[in-house]
């Protein structure tokens, strides 16, 4: 569906190209119409998608404030502080590194910055609900420094810290990784920091799903326990897609040193402006309730799925996420999320530990509740979500059925205004 209303913003894009013009109408359109369940996306506010859209993407800003290799920063250089000493107050951490480009990136800094080549990573497998940065075998960081992996338990699903501890100890890494992109339960830092030290390793917290959680005091937080902290800025922190680096003072230069010169060029500074808004929006009191509205909205999303038949790992989630288990509905996780898909509820299908599936057709299906609670929804609007995830599980092959409650779904979508867009 094309949008006929004309976008201010974007008036000039209308005008110079069409056809790129027009099919960011039709994504707003799509986002607006569609219940997002991706845990990994989010709706910014209007504020930070101006910071991102400004002037700024003309600099150019190798360096960091007050040791730039280009003249013309004085405007650049305040605005790059402000966002540093933000990110350091809300994090509550010595010192922030704000210019890496995404995770990614911002996690081989922290290894090039700390580790030698062929000294030991120790992070969550990939299947298990780990990152690719966190040690697998198709990842640059397996490459560059041997990789070993810590798993979840075989019946609850849960990291068992004891075997985590008997593992650090025979192993003895260099560099202990926590953090996941399905793990839907909390993470212990205090105990991963004491089993950090216990065999004399650097403690890295990798909290990008879960950062906008921590800083509104719905997750516990790492920063005492942890060496160095990596984000990225999206996700439930509800900025624009970057990255921040935050650590102890005495790794300050090392990780600097590492993201520039070391693997950046230039920063791109709109980006970061874009992330200081949203490090000043997530520092109000109306953040800390979204947080916790975020995860209230899980609970309830998890407990309806319950009742309509879907098994859930861990049997449900303490944070954003949910992570499900499709065998039970005797449907694969890819054919699952393209009905949903049919049916306007966006989500992303995904391995389940211990997956007898292959990845590109695993068994799971990953959900969560951060654009939908930004959006306003709350439990009795989760309740009706999980119904209508039933009605869809029920319907795979039948696009008529699929059809019906996409347009439920749409007139649903339009009673929760979505931040900065222009609804038809």
């Keep these: 569906m094309t949008t006929d209303v004309r976008d201010p913003y974007l008036a000039e894009t209308e005008h110079v190209d069409p056809e790129i013009y027009g099919l960011i109408k ?22 930070v998608m101006e910071a991102t859209g400004s002037v700024l993407a003309n600099k150019y800003s190798e360096g960091y404030p007050g040791r730039r290799y280009y003249e013309g920063q004085r405007n650049v250089d305040q605005i790059e ?9 809300l994090f509550g951490m010595d010192h922030a590194n704000v210019q890496p480009y995404s995770g990614s990136p911002a996690n081989l800094a922290v290894y090039v910055a700390l580790l030698e080549p062929g000294d ?23 490459k560059f420094w041997k990789s070993v992996r810590y798993e ?23 560099i202990i990784v926590a953090g996941a992109t399905a793990y839907p339960r909390q993470y212990d830092f205090a105990a991963f920091g004491e089993i950090a030290r216990e065999v004399g390793a650097y403690f890295l917290a990798d909290i990008s799903h879960v950062s906008g959680l921590i800083v509104a005091g719905a997750h516990p937080d790492p920063a005492p326990y942890a060496d160095v902290v990596m984000t990225t800025t999206h996700k439930t922190l509800r900025g624009p897609r970057g990255a921040m680096i935050l650590c102890k003072a005495e790794h300050a230069e090392a990780i600097d040193k590492a993201v520039f010169p070391g693997l950046q ?15 000043k929006e997530a520092a109000t009191p109306a953040f800390r309730g ?24 861990t049997g449900g989630t303490d944070n954003h996420l949910i992570l499900i288990d499709l065998t039970g509905k005797k449907v694969f996780g890819k054919k699952y999320a393209r009905a949903l898909d049919r049916a306007n509820i966006v989500a992303n299908y995904n391995t389940i530990p211990f997956d007898p599936r292959k990845p590109f057709s695993p068994s799971g299906l990953r959900i969560g509740t951060p654009s939908v609670t930004t959006r306003g929804m709350k439990e009795d609007d989760m309740r009706q979500i999980a119904r209508w995830m039933e009605q869809v599980a029920d319907n795979v092959k039948d696009d008529a059925a699929l059809d019906r409650i996409g347009a439920e779904v749409r007139e649903f979508c339009r009673q929760f205004p979505a931040p900065g867009m222009h609804a038809v």
């Design 290 to 313: 979204y947080a916790q509205q975020i995860v209230a909205n899980a609970k309830a999303l998890a407990a309806e799925l319950r009742e309509g038949g879907f098994d859930l790992i």
């Design 26 to 47: 039709e994504e707003e359109q799509y986002q607006i119409e569609s219940v997002r369940l991706i845990p990994s996306e989010n709706y910014t506010s209007r504020a």
């Design 120 to 142: 030991t990573i120790m992070g969550l497998s990939l299947p298990h609900g780990g990152h690719l940065t966190h040690g697998w075998s198709a990842s640059a960081t397996s």
């Design 81 to 89: 502080t402000i966002v540093i000493e933000r990110a350091k107050a």
């Design 152 to 174: 979840v338990d075989e019946k609850t699903h849960l990291i068992d810290y004891d075997r985590v501890r008997a593992m650090a100890k025979a192993e003895r890494p260099t």
């Design 265 to 279: 060029g230039g920063p791109h500074e709109n980006t970061i402006a874009g992330v200081g808004v949203a490090l």
